[in-house]
Each structure stands twice: as C-alpha cells, then as structure tokens.
C-alpha cells in the first residue's frame, strides 16, 4: 500500500478539523431510543448499530442498519450513546466507553477525515493515508498556546501544551508517540519536530554576530537519530 494516495491540501482545513456541518448535523439527528439502540457483533464490521425488536429469555432479535434480522445473546449487546456524542472530541466524555462505542466514534471520525480524536490524556491518530491540509503554519498559530478545550483534536495542540508547560514550569517533557507499523508514527514524529521548530525557533540575524544553525535547522538534523531509534 502507498504511503499516500489522492491529496486533499487544497482544500480548506476547516473541514479536516471541525468536519462537515451538514454531516456532523445528520449525524447528530439520527433516529435512537436509548432503550432498543445498541451495537451487535457483526463478521465484517465488528459491531453494526442494530434496534432491539423483541427479547426471549436471553435470546434478543434486532434489525441491523441494513435491514437484517437477528438473534443475538444479551451478554454480546453493547449499548450506544445518545446522537449528541456522535463524532466526539473527547472519547472520555461518552456515557458509555464499551468498545463498539469507542471503535463507533473513531469510525465516524475517520468517515469524515477526522483523523485526531481524544481518549481522556490520549490523542488517538488513524492513518489517513492521504496528505491533508492540516499542517500549514496557519493552522500551527491557531494552536499556538491554546488549550485543548478552545481548538479541535490535533497533535499540535499536544505538541503545544507540552511545549507551553516547558516554558512555564522550567522542566523537560516528553510525549509518546506508539502505535503498530504503519501506524504513521514517522509522520507524526516529524510534525512534533516542525512544531517545535517553528514555535521556538528565532529567525531574527544579529548584525555582525557569528552566523549559527537556527533552532529549526538543528532539531531537523534530530530526525535521522530519530529515526534510526525508531525502526
């Protein structure tokens, strides 16, 4: 598989960071009834949204989106959180955090090229396999000493609290970045470094001054050493 297919750096970044209104409104009207919308187990797709129609014993019959009926034990049910949480920012948020919930959420978002999405401390990142308009320097001073609250999901805003909390309190930081092969740790590894790099970096010459690499050249320099640690 490429590293990247069609690239979507043309058009705005406001998509790729807040999403469609027109789809984040569908998707928060849909139809639920909190006491017969839940996930079922499904081959193909893990958990499928399913409406309970009836209950035997432990023996339940739902219909799945797509119209199929069902018998599913009651232990394999999963319950589903309100419309209001579709597309959630912040995972920890949800009323219920069962895995269909979790795996529903990051789907939708990744449905809409929503890529970033918080687990409480966690920044969950999927591999959109594509370039995205989401790491111009305008989006890098939207961030820019906000905090997580006042901007979407995006690991400059991680970069940038943890960068902020630097200056503030005087101590090192560190982030973890984790994940499987091709998970897009490299990629993601280097957006912390440009991050950094155009945050802290001083581009103002001192006239007669020795000429030095900038802040930028020298943690850019960093990316091999990374790099051979990395793989």
């Known amino acids: 598989m490429p590293a990247y297919g069609p690239s979507l750096e043309d058009q705005p ?9 027109k789809d984040m409104m569908k998707l928060k009207n849909r139809p639920y009834d909190a006491k017969k919308t839940v996930w079922v187990p499904d081959k193909k797709e893990i958990f499928v949204a399913a409406e309970i129609k009836s209950q035997k014993g432990d023996q339940v019959t739902v219909t799945t989106a797509d119209g199929q009926t069902l018998a599913v034990k009651k232990e394999k049910i999963q319950q589903m959180n309100p419309p209001k949480f579709s597309c959630a920012e912040d995972m920890a948020n949800m009323t219920f955090l069962n895995e269909a919930s979790v795996l529903g959420n990051l789907r939708q978002r990744y449905d809409l090229m929503l890529i970033y999405t918080y687990s409480g401390l966690f920044c969950v990142v999927i591999n959109p396999f594509k370039r995205l308009p989401i790491y111009t320097e305008n989006v890098i001073d939207m961030y820019r000493g906000k905090r997580r609250t006042e901007v979407p999901p995006h690991l400059f805003c991680v970069a940038d609290n943890s960068y902020q909390n630097m200056i503030m309190e005087r101590m090192c930081q560190s982030i973890l970045i984790t ?39 020298q943690i850019v320099q960093t990316n091999p050493v990374l790099e051979a640690f990395g793989n």
Not at 184 to 192: I, M
Request: charged share 30%; hydrophobic share 35%; no cysteine.
């Open 179 to 217: 994940g499987e092969s091709g998970a897009g740790k490299t990629e993601n590894t280097k957006k912390v470094i440009a991050y950094f790099a155009i945050v802290g970096a001083s581009r103002t010459a001192v006239p007669g001054a020795e000429k030095k690499a900038t802040l930028e050249e």
């Open 13 to 21: 970044s406001d998509k790729f960071l807040y999403g469609d209104p």
